[in-house]
Structure formats: C-alpha cells, structure tokens
C-alpha cells in the first residue's frame, strides 16, 4: 500500500477512534452523559464505514446515513452485514440528542449499547484494514 494512503486511513482511524474514547469518557461521568455518549458512537460509526470504503478506493462523499454508507461497504465485504445493520440504529443519534425537544435522553443502558455496537464495529473494520493503517497508541 502506498505510504499517502496509508497515512489518510490512520488519520480516519485516529479521528474515528478518538470519537469512541470521547464516547467511552462520558459513559463514565457522574452523572454519565448519555446524550453525548449517543451522538459519539454514532459518529464513529460513520468515520469507521467511511474509513473502509477509502481503503477499497471509494470517495468518501458528504452523506451521514449509516445506512448508505453501510450498504456501500457491504458490496466489497457482506461479513460485515450483523455489525453494519446494528450500527444503523445509531443513525437516529445524529440529530435527536444534539437539541432539545420532546425526546427522553437515552438510558445508560441504551447508551452503553450503541458505545458497544460502535466498538464493535471499529473491531471488525481494524481486522480488514492492513495493520500499517492501525492508529499509533
């Protein structure tokens, strides 16, 4: 793999997983803020499909539907279908929890399930990426 490339998937990588820190930080707040949580999860998501899709020479273009992206990354790799399809359910993260409505905040319980999803997501990615591309601890 050429070392340009290598380089921008690190650094998707290492935005990525700094959003699933971020996520894993807040869940352990007291009191945990799960709304925060939520919307971190969800972004890592999008960053670990997109990551993906660059590594298999596709553009990244300006959407956030989990689904699209996900749909996309299914045609080069469909072991990936349980974890995309769980991952989807985070799409609902990206608007609802970033301003006030009618909505109840996510339970601990909820939160700590998409943090989960979200992480496990990024695992299956990181095994189908050269480890050359892994993020520098």
């Given at each position: 793999?050429?070392?340009?490339?290598t380089?921008?998937l690190?650094?998707?990588?290492?935005?990525?997983?700094?959003d699933?820190?971020?996520?894993q930080?807040l869940?352990?707040?007291?009191?945990?803020?799960?709304?925060?949580?939520c919307?971190?999860?969800r972004?890592c998501?999008?960053?670990?499909?997109?990551?993906?899709?660059?590594?298999?020479?596709?553009?990244?273009w300006?959407?956030h539907s989990?689904e699209?992206?996900?749909?996309?990354a299914?045609?080069?790799?469909?072991?990936l279908?349980?974890y995309?399809?769980?991952a989807?359910k985070?799409?609902?993260y990206?608007?609802t929890v970033?301003?006030?409505?009618?909505?109840?905040?996510?339970t601990l319980k909820?939160?700590?399930?998409?943090v989960k999803?979200?992480?496990?997501?990024?695992e299956?990615?990181?095994?189908?990426?050269?480890?050359?591309?892994?993020?520098?601890s």
């Amino acid at each position: 793999m050429l070392p340009e490339k290598t380089e921008v998937l690190r650094e998707w990588l290492q935005k990525s997983a700094q959003d699933l820190q971020v996520a894993q930080y807040l869940l352990k707040a007291k009191p945990p803020f799960t709304e925060s949580a939520c919307f971190h999860a969800r972004q890592c998501a999008e960053k670990f499909l997109k990551t993906y899709l660059i590594s298999k020479e596709v553009r990244p273009w300006k959407t956030h539907s989990i689904e699209e992206i996900g749909n996309k990354a299914l045609k080069f790799e469909p072991t990936l279908k349980k974890y995309i399809r769980a991952a989807e359910k985070l799409s609902d993260y990206a608007v609802t929890v970033r301003y006030p409505g009618d909505d109840d905040p996510p339970t601990l319980k909820a939160a700590t399930t998409c943090v989960k999803v979200a992480k496990t997501l990024f695992e299956q990615i990181l095994k189908r990426l050269p480890k050359e591309c892994h993020p520098v601890s």
